[in-house]
């Protein structure tokens, strides 16, 4: 016999199974853990999308913004309609459940997730990303279907690494786009750091479909990079990109436009302010973006850093005494008692505050899915870079967030200047050993 603290207990694991434990009382997902829906049901619910960004901080009370919001969209979208979502991770209980219940009411969902999902020798296999599949069809000529790609759609290696969901129609808001840097994954909210970023505008959401047209093919592409122009979210450029190197390297041309002191009429000067936040660094591109940002540095700018996984080599980049000295920058990433991480910074973005392209008062968003690492050049990522004062601001404060937190961690070690002689440097190996939790994403 139970007694009533047991059944407590009992309750309690089962909302934490459900997937719904991270899920905070105040604004959480209302009903749709069931998948018992029949064409013309009307949806479990009525949400008003909120456009722009949205934060997520594992360790505070409101976690999970973004995956309740992507998932009250679901549950928002009416018989008739359609959803399509591209992420590289999908394994959260209540998200998949909706998706479900969503294509028995008759809405057109289709997914499109990394072949780990499927394979079970694989650490980050998911039943779930299974069990959606098989509900939806693998016909990839049908309303609705879920698919997998080996490596990347798009391209000839690397892996499927896009987080985007798209929705015809939300409760009456047409043409939505909902670009993040986390997955639609338990550990997104438990466990990273992330952001992302809604727009309603048709421009966007013609691109995105594009987009997701190829990624269904599976094969390389004949335009690879693809270019987004003239949208809410500037230009971007959308990878694999083959050969990209210090002359074609997005974010490194954007840091090439930076003039890091901006004059003022009384003859002072105000240094333009860069905000970095990044999940992993390290490799040949991401030594080339850190020198960039060190010689920034060294030239007057105001430069803060949070990151979560790097290389010794970078550690000397960005934290050597030479010049103004060392950067400032913080570690965001927690680890258990062998010494391997297990909740992570996973932001993508860099802020220009001040003096860009000849303008001595832009605000600069660069934002994406792209690591500073060299397997992002093969695998489908995103990257856009455009102009919004309110969207820095935002970052900007939300990287004061983060930055304010205990678990970020104060980067206290500094190198000599010629200390760069007698590193030997492995990069990280995500998804193995101490960094097994850091997966290729």
Request: net charge positive.
């Amino acid at each position: 016999m139970r007694t009533r603290s047991s059944r407590i207990v009992l309750l309690v694991a089962l909302v934490s199974a459900m997937g719904l434990g991270s899920l905070p009382a105040t604004g959480a997902v209302p009903a749709a853990t069931s998948v018992r829906s029949a064409v013309g049901d009307p949806p479990p619910d009525n949400y008003v999308p909120q456009m722009g960004l949205l934060f997520n901080h594992p360790y505070r009370s409101d976690r999970g913004q973004i995956v309740r919001h992507v998932q009250r969209m679901i549950n928002s979208t009416e018989a008739g309609h359609s959803i399509k979502i591209a992420a590289f991770g999908i394994n959260h209980l209540g998200a998949v459940n909706s998706l479900i219940a969503a294509k028995n009411r008759g809405v057109s969902v289709k997914v499109i997730g990394d072949a780990h999902l499927v394979n079970p020798r694989h650490h980050l296999y998911s039943p779930l990303f299974v069990r959606l599949r098989r509900a939806l069809g693998s016909n990839k000529s049908a309303s609705s279907f879920a698919m997998v790609c080996s490596r990347s759609c798009r391209g000839y290696g690397g892996n499927f690494h896009q987080k985007f969901f798209m929705f015809d129609q939300v409760s009456g808001v047409p043409w939505i786009v909902t670009q993040a840097s986390g997955n639609l994954t338990q550990m997104a909210i438990s466990g990273q750091w992330n952001h992302a970023i809604t727009v309603s505008d048709e421009t966007t959401y013609e691109q995105y479909s594009a987009l997701f047209d190829e990624l269904v093919l599976d094969r390389p592409s004949p335009t690879l990079p693809m270019r987004f122009t003239n949208s809410v979210l500037g230009d971007a450029v959308v990878f694999p990109f083959p050969g990209m190197g210090i002359s074609t390297d997005p974010v490194g041309n954007a840091l090439q436009r930076v003039q890091c002191k901006v004059s003022q009429p009384d003859g002072s000067f105000v240094r333009t302010k860069i905000r970095i936040g990044m999940y992993a660094w390290f490799g040949r591109r991401g030594e080339r973006l850190g020198r960039q940002v060190r010689g920034l540095w060294n030239d007057g700018c105001d430069v803060a850093i949070e990151l979560a996984v790097t290389s010794k080599t970078m550690k000397y980049i960005l934290r050597s005494r030479a010049g103004r000295g060392a950067i400032p920058a913080k570690l965001v990433a927690t680890y258990d008692r062998t010494g391997a991480i297990a909740n992570y910074d996973h932001s993508k973005y860099i802020t220009i505050q001040g003096g860009y392209d000849g303008d001595s008062n832009a605000s600069i968003v660069i934002a994406g899915t792209c690591n500073f690492t060299d397997l992002g050049t093969f695998s489908d990522e995103f990257t856009s870079i455009y102009s919004s004062a309110d969207d820095v601001v935002a970052f900007n404060d939300d990287f004061d967030e983060v930055w304010r937190e205990r678990q970020a961690r104060a980067w206290r070690q500094t190198y000599a200047p010629n200390a760069f002689l007698r590193l030997s440097s492995v990069d990280p190996k995500l998804g193995s050993g101490k960094w097994k939790s850091a997966d290729q994403d």
